[in-house]
């Protein structure tokens, strides 16, 4: 019984020496460390969800049978929505959601357009695959959000550490994703990535929701895209530096 007791107390002292590790992998001692700890996971599993699905869409095109003078237009309509909710939730996220509220919309609405686009494919329907880029591309503003969370949440100087190990974590998210996404297809189907990446962002829904404190001051949150990929690191690159006086310093990460 005694064993059972130690053990029962070891874990929780185990989760705040990781917890502690993680904030001092980030760079910060602010009171708001394991909430940063939070965003950078949340964020890496979000690209990695996107790294398994994305390369994938041109095969699904051509074997839903996508015509050559249709497919500028399918391929362009995530951008296209991302034009219109890159204003229209920074204002949701500014004035009535909060930053956790809109993160939270994001996590959840790619969960239901990366499920949709899986169930669309196996059917058949090219036009619920382009719904589900509609969908996503509308509500996808992770990095945008994420990045005004942590410039809230740090001082300068901790903001360029956190924001250099969040860019490594999105490269490595990026480095191994499609190879994880192809292994998946290979092993299963073709529908199987958009799948689990639906259940990724409904995982990040959840963590999100019970870890992230309410934040409706959202003066500073910055309204650019995200671009789901290789945009989204350059938003983050594009912080980082603006941030990032003394060039000779490095990255870090």
């Known amino acids: 019984r005694a064993h059972a007791e130690n053990e029962g107390k070891g874990h929780p002292l185990l989760a705040a020496v990781m917890l502690d590790k ?4 980030l760079g910060t001692d602010s009171e708001h460390g394991r909430h940063l700890i939070v965003i950078v996971i949340a964020v890496f599993l979000d690209m990695l969800a996107v790294s398994f699905f994305v390369p994938l869409l041109p095969f699904y095109w051509k074997q839903l049978g ?8 399918v391929s362009s309509v995530y951008q296209l929505s991302q034009i219109v909710s890159g204003v229209v ?3 949701v996220g500014d004035h009535i959601l909060g930053r956790k509220g809109v993160m939270l919309l994001s996590f959840v609405g790619s969960a239901v357009s990366y499920a949709l686009a899986a169930t669309s ?9 382009v719904l ?3 969908i996503v591309g509308l509500v996808k503003q992770t990095m945008t959000i994420s990045r005004a969370a942590i410039t809230s949440m740090t001082t300068e100087e901790e903001r360029i550490s956190v924001l250099s190990h969040l860019r490594a974590s999105l490269t490595f998210a990026f480095m191994i994703g499609p190879t994880i996404g192809g292994l998946i297809s290979k092993w299963f189907d073709k529908s199987m990535p958009a799948y689990i990446a639906s259940g990724i962002f409904v995982l990040n829904s959840v963590v999100l929701y019970f870890y992230l404190p309410e934040d409706k001051d959202a003066q500073k949150a910055a309204h650019v895209s995200d671009g789901e990929g290789k945009e989204s690191e350059k938003d983050v690159t594009k912080a980082e530096d603006d941030k990032q006086k003394p060039a000779s310093q490095g990255r870090g990460g």
């Not at 996508?66 to 237009?73: A, D, I, S």
């Not at 494919?121 to 695959?129: D, M, T």
């Open 132 to 134: 589900s880029r509609v």
């Open 22 to 25: 993680l904030q001092h992998w």
């Open 121 to 129: 494919y196996k059917a058949g329907w090219v036009w619920g695959v």
């Open 89 to 91: 939730l920074g204002y």
């Open 66 to 73: 996508v015509k050559p003078e249709l497919l500028g237009f």
